[in-house]
């Protein structure tokens, strides 16, 4: 079945960047849509961004737009999100997720287990 | 703007869990729910609005569209008190409500 799994988590300063990555496994990797999703700790869940299958359709919440990046590999299976000029606010558990469904957007599934990221002085 | 309610639902196990999910303007049928138990990733329950996801238990069902949805959960489990959350995929940006927990009363 298919599997995703996340890096590149860790501590970083205010203003600082970082990049996650998410491998897919089980999956023909160039027919799905992928976005990022997180979760700030004791927090709900907050979608960040969204990249189609071939990469062309991007999209991006308002909190992140113009500091963070979505792209995606097909030939390693893998979607990748380069934060910079990270805040406070942006610590949370970043997930990874297949969005499914023919028409907009998509309903995530499945999910990958996470990355923390964590943004302190 | 995803509003869920209540955001605490207090019930025991055998009854039956009434979940609310409004949105702000119309999402046709494109609402999706999640299970999110503590520590755990969410789990997919039910996809545009009625249609349960692979291995979900048919105790679990979704109704409504256009702005008012429900989730419900026909008799309680122990393993289904966590917190619920809807999410719409017709409009940019996509949103998740804020949740819904369901504890043990």
């Known amino acids: 079945q298919v599997q995703l799994v996340e890096s590149g988590g860790g501590l970083v300063k205010p203003g600082g960047s970082l990049r996650l990555s998410c491998a897919a496994s089980g999956v023909t990797f160039s027919d799905c849509y992928m976005s990022w999703i997180r979760q700030a700790p004791g927090k709900g869940l907050e979608w960040v961004s969204y990249?189609?299958?071939?990469?062309?359709?991007?999209y991006y919440a308002d909190s992140v737009k113009g500091r963070f990046t979505i792209s995606r590999d097909n030939a390693k299976k893998s979607v990748y999100l380069q934060m910079n000029s990270l805040r406070a606010e942006d610590t949370a558990l970043y997930y990874c997720a297949r969005a499914r469904g023919a028409g907009p957007g998509g309903w995530f599934d499945p999910w990958g287990q996470g990355a923390l990221v964590t943004v302190s002085s | 703007v995803l509003t869920q309610s209540p955001a605490t639902l207090s019930l025991s196990p055998g009854e039956r869990a009434t979940l609310s999910c409004r949105a702000s303007q119309s999402v046709s049928s494109y609402l999706a729910w999640y299970q999110q138990k503590s520590g755990q990733v969410p789990r997919l329950l039910i996809y545009d609005a009625s249609n349960r996801a692979t291995g979900i238990p048919a105790r679990f069902s979704g109704s409504g569209s256009g702005t008012d949805f429900t989730l419900t959960i026909s008799s309680l489990e122990p393993e289904d008190f966590a917190v619920y959350y809807c999410?719409?995929?017709?409009?940019?940006?996509?949103?998740f409500g804020g949740g819904t927990k369901v504890e043990i009363k």
């Open positions: 999410q719409q995929r017709s409009n940019w940006p996509l949103t």
């Open positions: 990249i189609s299958a071939s990469g062309s359709s991007i």
